[in-house]
């Protein structure tokens, strides 16, 4: 895991179905929080426990969860994650988020429910969440219409979700095959200009810090080759 400032890259590999998978969920920190953002696919209780605990976080000290979509694998620890703290870990996701979680309403792409989680506070466009020197919240529909990327204030680092991916360093648009409506993401995209980025830490593909602000506007612009 990478050590960016108050923010840590958790790298999660796993074996899904006998196919090598890795995403890269984060960790936002200070002396107050320890906020998990996304949760890997079900059944990751443990490696998330044993990648946290490598880095010096035990499961205790986790304090929140953001999810950032409702996708299976961002989604899928969540109720794991919420039973092994007794309730006790605070749960934030955008409102429209919050009945995929809590199994309300099929999840758009699997068409099934979710098991039942918790939302504790329903996130919205815009939202400056006071932790961890601040987190802004921006609503990036596209890839899901519920989708929502993370501005971390102090590192200048964005958390993209699957808003953005990328490949061996290069910031790539959302994967067109699980993106249902890309010109909406590519507009959410436009919006990503307006920040001052350092390092984006994309879920499938890792950290970005390489001409970031010339790559958003090449994707913006539908120029998607590599360099
Ligand atoms: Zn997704």
Known sequence: MAAL???????LEMNAGGNPFVVHASLLFDEHEAI????GIPGQLEL??????????PFEKLTKIIITHQDQDHIGSLPELVAASEGR??????????PYILGEVPLVKSKVLATPSKVDVTLQDGDVLPYCGGIQVIFSPGHTEDHICLYHKPSKTLISGDALMSQDGVLMPPNSSFTLDMNTALKSVAKLLELDIETIITYHGGVCT???????????DGKNTMK
Request: net charge neutral; charged share 35%.
């Open 5 to 11: 400032n108050g923010i840590k890259v958790v790298k």
């Open 36 to 39: 998990l953002v996304d949760t």
């Open 48 to 57: 998330i426990r044993n990648t946290l605990a490598e880095e010096s976080f």
């Open 89 to 98: 870990l605070v749960v934030m996701a955008h409102e429209l988020t919050k």
């Open 210 to 220: 390489d001409r970031i602000k010339e790559r958003l506007a090449e994707i913006v």
